[in-house]
């Protein structure tokens, strides 16, 4: 269970993106297959296949992307085990699943997103690259 996670903390760290599978990847506006985004929130998304219910950290990204034809500004990146996300949330680089999240689909009311309403976009290396310098109050 990731009950250490200050939520405040992990939503301040950006999140280097490159996806090296499939191998020739690119964002259909970026001709890229790196992007950076902020961490918005921890989701957790349902394999339809199995039924579980996994971990997943919800990226929004500084701008819109694309990919055929589908438009979409927030990726949901799930590392491979809750000891890979830990690690993600402490600020060391990971591997993950990355999956757009369309600019129409929203979460179901508990919050959780299905993976067969994503678009699955491959594997990537996940380089945490900054947090905010915001103290706690507390």
């Known amino acids: 269970m ?3 996670v ?3 903390l992990c939503t301040a760290m950006r999140i280097h993106i490159r996806v090296v599978s499939p ?3 690119y964002f259909d506006n970026l001709l890229s297959s790196e992007i950076s985004g902020t961490v918005a929130t921890i989701a957790e998304i349902e394999k339809k296949l199995t039924g ?3 971990k997943a950290v919800i990226i929004e990204l500084d701008r819109c992307v694309w990919l055929s034809g589908i438009s979409g500004q927030r ?6 085990s809750e000891l890979a996300m830990m690690r ?3 600020g ?7 999956y757009l999240i369309p600019h129409a689909l929203s979460p179901t009311p508990q919050g959780i997103y299905e993976d067969g309403q994503l678009i699955f976009i491959g594997r990537a290396i996940l ?6 310098s915001a103290k706690s109050t507390s």
């Open 2 to 4: 990731l009950m250490f």
């Open 6 to 8: 200050n939520q405040e």
């Open 23 to 25: 191998t020739n990847f």
């Open 52 to 54: 579980y219910l996994e």
């Open 75 to 80: 990726l949901l990146l799930q590392p491979d």
């Open 88 to 90: 993600l949330l402490q």
């Open 92 to 98: 060391k680089p990971n591997w993950a699943n990355v």
């Open 127 to 132: 380089t945490p690259t900054s947090f905010s």
